[in-house]
C-alpha cells in the first residue's frame, strides 16, 4: 500500500512581530491571524495616522489569502512639531477676561502675556512637513513588511507541525485497515462455518 504524504501546509493561526526606524519615526506592528473564512483585516493605528490604513491593508492583502487578521501600530514620532502663538485665541482669551472681571464687578486688571499664553489654545501646533509624514508612513511600511514575513513563518512552523500530526495520524490508521483487510479472510472463513453450522441444526430439527 503507498504510504500516506501530505503536500505543504499552512496554518492560519500565527504571530508576527516587526519595528522599523528612520529619522522621522518609529513605528512598530504587530499582527495575529486566527482561521477565519476568506481574509478579514482589522487595523489598529494611532488616531492621527488613520490616513495610512488602506495602504497597510492592501499590503497585506498581497501576501495574505485567508484568515482572520489583527493589526497593532505604534508609531512614535522623533521629529517634533513646532509651536506658534495664536493671536487669534489670545485675543479671544483676553476679551473673555475682561468681559468677565466687568460681569462680575471686579477692578479690570489684564493678565499677563504669560498668563494668556498659558490658556488652552493659546498656541497651534504648525502643519507636518512632507518629510516627516513620508518618514512615518516609511516606517509603517517597513514595520509592517517585518511584521508580515514573521507571521507568515509562524504560519508555516504551525502548518508543519500539525502536518506531522496528520501524517502520523493517517499512518496509524493505515496501520490498522492493513490489520483489519488480513483479518477479513478469516473472519469471512468463521462467519460462514458458524452460519452453516445453524442451517445444519434447522434441517436437523425439520426431519
Known amino acids: 500500500m503507498e504510504k500516506a504524504s501530505l503536500g505543504t501546509l499552512h496554518s492560519m493561526t500565527g504571530f508576527g512581530r516587526g519595528s522599523a526606524s528612520n529619522l522621522h519615526a518609529n513605528a512598530e506592528m504587530e499582527l495575529r491571524s486566527l482561521n477565519g473564512k476568506g ?4 487595523l489598529r493605528l494611532p488616531s492621527d495616522r488613520a490616513e495610512l490604513e488602506t495602504d497597510l491593508e492592501a499590503r497585506l492583502r498581497k501576501g495574505l489569502t485567508r484568515g482572520s487578521v489583527q493589526g497593532f501600530l505604534k508609531l512614535r514620532m522623533l521629529s517634533q ?3 506658534a502663538i495664536d493671536p487669534v485665541a489670545v485675543r479671544a482669551h483676553l476679551k473673555e477676561w475682561r468681559k468677565m472681571a466687568k460681569e ?4 479690570a486688571v489684564d493678565p499677563t502675556l504669560s498668563e494668556l499664553l498659558a490658556m488652552p489654545g493659546s498656541y497651534s501646533i504648525s502643519l507636518e512637513s512632507q518629510k516627516v509624514s513620508r518618514g512615518a508612513e516609511k516606517a509603517s511600511q ?4 517585518e511584521a508580515l514575513e514573521a507571521l507568515l513563518e509562524s504560519r508555516r512552523l504551525e502548518g508543519a507541525r500539525l502536518g506531522k500530526e496528520l501524517l502520523r495520524l493517517l499512518r496509524q490508521l493505515e496501520s490498522a485497515l492493513t490489520r483489519a483487510r488480513k483479518r477479513v479472510p478469516k473472519a469471512l472463513a468463521e462467519a460462514q462455518k458458524r452460519m452453516q453450522s445453524r442451517v445444519d441444526s434447522a434441517l436437523r430439527a425439520a426431519k
Request: net charge positive.
Open 104 to 107: 462680575l464687578g471686579l477692578q
Open 39 to 42: 481574509l478579514n483585516i482589522k
Open 142 to 145: 517597513q514595520a509592517l513588511k
Open 81 to 83: 512639531s513646532t509651536q
